[in-house]
């Protein structure tokens, strides 16, 4: 017996063609970007006119001016004014921040008079130039009510005032 030599299956050419083209693939990123675009705006425009019609309307304003203006929310009235006060001791106003919260005490200028607190939480909203006080203190300006700022004018007239921070 002899041996067969291999003999490959004889090859097929492959014939030309026009390359596949994916119908819309090359703009379907695009589209869906705009779609999720639309229904957030069709979202966002529903949300607004249901806020807008779930709103308290003023019966005093005509209905025209109350659907285009936002109503505002009444917010009682405090009367925090700015006092400004001379405290006794500059060292203790450099330790001053606007935004801190202290309380304001008035010593009389005899021994045996005793001190009183005249504001509490008096919120600082502005520390000016402390070093320029010199013996005679530092200013430092306090929000208050109307009333304490009165208290603290008349305490600052005739006490030394000193602070604490809270």
């Known amino acids: ?17 026009a390359p596949l083209r994916v ?9 869906a970007v705009h ?6 705006a069709a979202g966002l425009a529903m949300t607004a006119a249901a806020l807008a019609a779930s709103a308290p309307r003023d019966p005093g304003r005509p209905q025209s001016q109350a659907q ?14 700015s006092a400004p ?13 606007p935004g801190d919260r202290v309380d304001v005490i008035a010593a009389g200028g005899s021994r045996d008079s005793d001190a009183r607190v005249v504001a509490t939480g008096a ?15 530092a200013l430092v300006v306090l929000a208050v009510p109307r009333a304490t700022a009165a208290e603290l004018a008349g305490a600052g007239a005739t006490s030394r005032l000193a602070v604490t921070l809270c």
Do not use: K
């Not at 520390?127 to 203190?137: H, L």
């Open 23 to 31: 119908r819309g693939g090359r703009h379907r990123l695009r589209r």
């Open 1 to 17: 017996m002899g041996l067969v030599p291999y003999v490959p299956p004889p090859t097929s050419v492959v014939p030309p063609f």
């Open 35 to 40: 779609r999720r675009r639309r229904a957030m």
């Open 68 to 81: 285009h203006t936002q109503p505002r929310q009444e917010q009682p009235r405090a009367d925090v004014v």
């Open 123 to 137: 919120r600082v909203t502005q520390v000016p130039d402390a070093r320029a006080g010199g013996d005679g203190g």
């Open 85 to 97: 006060v001379r405290i006794a001791d500059a060292a203790t106003v450099r330790l001053l921040r």
